[in-house]
């Protein structure tokens, strides 16, 4: 059968279509890029401003020392507060993202992950950071027993790791259940599987483990 017209189309054809559809597609794009880039202008030159961060004044106690922060960015997490602003640089970030525990303080009693909480959110609070709970010159039971226990090795995980065990005490005096042990009102020292699995979120990257634990048993069995 003999090729009509319309069945002549060649690969050359083909082509030179491709790229008169490219380069109309390109034209479209970089109008409306132009387009963009006018009203930017344009906006500019009529002097409309850049969106602000919103921003709040917030106060809370630190260490028991009334802090007050003006117009604190809301988007500032409490451990930027901690560590960039009132400059309590024991607090530790690590990840940065809840998942090691080195920023760990305790507002109100219980430990919390500074990183994953906004500043703006604790109007009121008490906060406890490792500052609050001695100095090298006159350390807090905690501090004394990772000492004496050579809890540590680097150290960067080591305040966030007394702020927790501080509060996982005082979780467990309280009588806050865990899936480990069946009662906790029961007379009894926390075992080690209990102190281990509440102070699971703490992760030490020199693996102190087996001294931190020991520290942690001892401040108990002395405070019981
Ligand atoms: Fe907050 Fe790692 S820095 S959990
Ligand atoms: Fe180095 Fe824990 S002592 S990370």
Known sequence: MAKGKSMSFTRRDAMVGGAAVTAAAMSTQVFAQSDRSAAAGAA???GVAAPRAAATDVGFTVNGTAQKLTAADNRMTLLDALRETLQLTGTKKGCDHGQCGACTVI???????SCLSLAVMHEGDEITTIEGL?????MGPMQTAFVEHDGYQCGYCTPGQICSATAVLEEIKAGIPSHVTRDLTAD????AAEIKERMS???CRCGAYANILAAIQDVSENNA
């Open 44 to 46: 500019a030159g009529a």
């Open 107 to 113: 507002v109100n009693g219980r430990r919390i992950n």
């Open 134 to 138: 001695g100095s090298p010159e006159e």
């Open 188 to 191: 009894m020292q926390p075992t």
């Open 201 to 203: 979120g703490n992760i």
